[in-house]
């Protein structure tokens, strides 16, 4: 289990180097993969680790030197995007209460559950829109919004404008800087940067609650 993480955790700290040598080896079929992968993280509750940002940011770096295509990437991924979390929308919908109440599903953890509803509260159905740029949120947003039952228009909406929104920025911020020399000399640096900014939202949530509850039990 330890080699699992320590490999995750290389891959995805030196995504760029992993994706050129897959774009080598398997040409077109990146495509496929790529697809996969954002599907897998929007629309599976059981893949919140994998590495949404930092894989944009490559993808659009690598784009810009010429690797991949920017056109084809930005209509595939935000399509993969928009229809993973429509899947995990209709999961939470149809199956959601089975699921958390099954303690025999270990890799759901009902933290993670928990800490989505908090969002909601917080955020309400913005939370679709807002936890794309979150992880860990970003995978049990539609699930829980599924489960309790949100509006599928409305969520349809947020999910469609999310999605976009998401799979742009990223993209783009890549395309542009990713080629810099201060950023392509540095792209660890950077990768782990985008993890740390990626997780203020839930810690500052996290920290103000802690606050909120204090001052309640003084």
């Not at 030196?14 to 994706?19: P, S």
């Not at 993973?84 to 933290?111: A, F, H, M, R």
């Not at 919004?145 to 409305?154: D, L, P, S, T």
Request: hydrophobic share 55%.
């Amino acid at each position: 289990m330890e080699f699992v993480i320590t490999q995750l955790i290389d891959i995805i700290l030196h995504v760029d180097q992993y994706l050129a040598i897959i774009i080598q080896n398997y040409g077109i079929w990146i495509y496929v993969l790529l697809f996969l992968i954002i599907f897998a993280e929007t629309g599976l509750v059981i893949t919140p680790f994998l590495p949404g940002d930092s894989l944009l940011f490559a993808l659009g770096a690598l784009a810009a030197a010429g690797s991949i295509n920017l056109f084809i990437l930005l209509v595939l991924l935000c399509l993969a995007a928009i229809i993973g979390d429509t899947v995990n929308y209709w999961i939470g919908n149809w199956s959601g209460e089975k699921i958390i109440n099954n303690i025999k599903i270990k890799l759901i953890k009902k933290e993670h559950i928990e800490k989505t509803e908090k969002f909601y509260k917080k955020y309400g159905a913005k939370t679709i829109i807002i936890g794309r740029f979150v992880p860990i949120i970003r995978t049990f947003a539609p699930f829980t919004a599924g489960v309790g039952k949100m509006n599928y228009h409305k969520f349809l909406l947020y999910n469609i404008i999310g999605g976009i929104l998401w799979i742009s920025i990223f993209l783009f911020a890549g395309y542009f800087f990713g080629n810099i020399p201060l950023v392509k000399n540095n792209f660890t640096i950077v990768i782990f940067a985008i993890i740390i900014i990626s997780f203020i939202p839930g810690i500052v949530t996290y920290i103000k609650e802690k606050r909120a509850s204090s001052l309640q039990k003084a």
